[in-house]
């Protein structure tokens, strides 16, 4: 069974989506038929959202009610109240991802359920979980969660037949990305990655939109900040002035009106001005690509291939200054808009039982994005793992007692590059039993495992003196409750998961899980054997009937506390 699989972009500004037609990765349209879907929700009400192009028409006549660039606020506690509801993010996105795949199942009468989503390079765990929550809320079994630059260095060099190191500059949106990753004969092998999560053309937007602001004032005292409409007006012009601006030496911004008692407002924007205005900002782009280079022990003139990547890069003052720092000019690869999603759409052939021809020729190595370690007596965070460390990796660091005779030390885990707990992300403690002894005598190994699958640690601490050992499997947490996932799915589809108890016939585990309903026995098989509840000689069974691979959840007898059994074939 081959399944359908949509390779997708969840981007700050737009979204877009592809699949694989037999060996090819093909762009799908939007029901509007385009490529580019924007990433705006307009809240007609508290039952009704839009998404797209007339949900941007609606920033201007009623911005209370429209969310732009929600991808800025993944993994936070951000809430848009309309109505009765307080909206999370990953509500908000899954009304985006949601219109993707309807749209995607109209123009090619398909049903796609799973998907490979991008990321960028840089996001935490919680981020990514936020994003895979999304997926989930709008029907989609997220099979990979891959980075933005990794994706479009397959939509580029799947086709090359030569060995390249190739640096992909990721100017998007919302986000800037740099990644380092050497391409052998179908071998994608990820050197390392830097960035920063909050920059993008939406910051330079908001640099016209300050510079009309002021020229608004100046000419009729009029301030934008005390009017949405009018400011959602200046920063569509703003944003069209932008892109006007790539091919064209100057060009106006227009607001016919402005206020009942003032003149239709005008004014000229030169590429010269648009330059001046975000040069520091292209120049933030540079530590990102000064510390990837590091990080891989590379220096500028040892990259064969400089890729483009984002709407960003279409600006020619930053393919200059790309040019100019690398001293060769960056090559020819897909279109900067469509490379992402083309690239999702690749890695999704992993998934296919027919391997195809390229499938077969695909591997993919990563590193992890952010370091990890454990916090000490002195107050510091102490790396384990790196930041760029290649997976999968295992890695084993000494530590000792701080004070004297104690029975057991608490390990918090942390992720970030921050010296001090406050500036990282906590990922969970755990305690071990020691050896009483005196301060500084008891020898405490702490290992890291960290695998290919997505937000999965594995600590191991041991004390070598009393043999005492103790092993936690930290994973990406939700931001989101199960309950709370499972009403906003209900919202939006008009379905909900089901709580089912997994009991494993032969070791005796019992895992509580909630089940998609659009997911298929396939993809709850993949998800067990990856939480190490089941191998692939085991099989499912409800009721006593065993579950078939192609068999949708929905399509099972299957409430809430149901029991699925694992054995083996012939119990």
């Known amino acids: 069974m081959n399944r359908n699989i949509l390779g997708m972009d969840f981007g700050t500004t737009n979204s877009k989506m592809a699949y694989m037609l037999l060996d090819e990765p093909e762009m799908i349209l939007n029901s509007q038929g385009n490529k580019i879907t924007p990433s705006i929700v307009y809240f007609k009400s508290e039952k009704e959202a839009i998404v797209g192009e007339i949900a941007k028409r609606n920033i201007i006549l009623e911005p209370n009610k429209t969310v732009s660039s929600i991808k800025r606020k993944m993994g936070t506690d951000y809430k848009k109240k309309i109505g009765r509801y307080k909206f999370p993010p990953e509500y908000i996105a899954a009304e985006i991802l949601k219109k993707l795949a309807d749209d995607a199942n109209k123009q090619l009468s398909k049903k796609f359920t799973n998907a490979v989503v991008s990321v960028p390079a840089n996001y935490s765990d919680s981020q990514r979980q936020s994003i895979k929550d999304a997926a989930e809320i709008a029907g989609l079994t997220v099979l990979r969660m891959i980075n933005e630059p990794t994706a479009a260095a397959l939509a580029y060099g799947i086709k090359e037949d030569r060995d390249r190191r190739i640096l992909v500059y990721d ?3 919302g986000t800037f990305d740099v990644t380092i990753l050497s391409v052998l004969s ?10 920063a999560h909050k920059l993008g053309g939406d910051d330079i937007d908001a640099r ?7 020229k608004l004032y100046e000419d009729f005292g009029i301030d934008m900040e005390k009017d949405l409409a009018l400011r959602s007006t200046i920063l569509e012009a703003s944003e069209e002035a932008k892109i006007a601006l790539s091919s064209v030496e100057t060009t106006s911004i227009n607001i016919p009106f402005i206020a009942a008692d003032k003149p239709p407002f005008s ?9 001046s205005m975000m040069s520091d900002l292209i120049e933030c782009t540079k530590k990102p690509i000064e510390r990837a280079l590091d990080d891989a022990s590379l220096e500028k003139n040892e990259i064969d291939d400089i890729l483009l990547v984002g709407g960003t890069t279409l600006i020619p003052a930053v393919h200059e200054f790309v040019t100019q720092l690398f001293g060769k000019e960056p090559v020819k690869g897909p279109d900067p808009y469509e490379a992402v999603a083309l690239g999702a759409a690749i890695a999704s052939l992993e998934f296919g039982k027919e391997k195809s021809r390229m499938a077969k020729n695909i591997e993919i190595s990563d590193v992890i994005s952010s370091s990890l370690g454990v916090l000490t007596a002195d107050g510091t965070v102490s790396r384990i793992l790196e930041r760029n460390t290649k997976i999968p990796i295992a890695r084993t660091r000494n530590y000792t007692n701080s004070w004297d005779f104690v029975e057991e030390v608490t390990i918090p885990v942390f992720q970030g590059e921050g010296e001090y707990p406050e500036e990282n992300e906590p990922l969970g403690e755990f305690w071990i039993s020691i050896e009483p002894m005196l301060a500084d005598e008891n020898k405490i190994d702490v290992s890291f495992e960290v695998g290919k699958e997505f937000g999965i640690l594995h600590v191991t601490a041991i004390d070598k003196i009393s043999g005492n050992e103790r092993t936690v499997k930290m994973e990406a947490r939700s931001r989101l409750s199960k309950k709370d996932k499972n009403k906003w799915m209900k919202k939006l589809l008009g379905v909900e998961s089901s709580k089912v108890n997994i009991i494993n016939k032969s070791t005796r585990d019992v895992l509580n899980l909630y089940l998609n309903p659009f997911q298929t026995v396939c993809d709850l098989k993949n998800e ?4 190490a509840v089941m191998d692939k000689n085991e099989m499912l069974f409800h009721n006593d009937i065993e579950l078939e691979d192609a068999m949708n959840i929905s399509n099972i007898d299957i409430t809430n506390n149901s029991t699925i059994e694992i054995r083996q074939r012939n119990e």
């Open 171 to 173: 100017f998007g949106g």
């Open 186 to 195: 179908g071998f994608f092998d990820v050197d390392s990655t830097a960035g």
């Open 208 to 214: 016209i939109v300050k510079e009309v602001n002021n």
């Open 267 to 275: 004014m000229q924007l030169t590429r010269k001005m648009l330059n």
């Open 528 to 531: 067990l054997i990856e939480k």
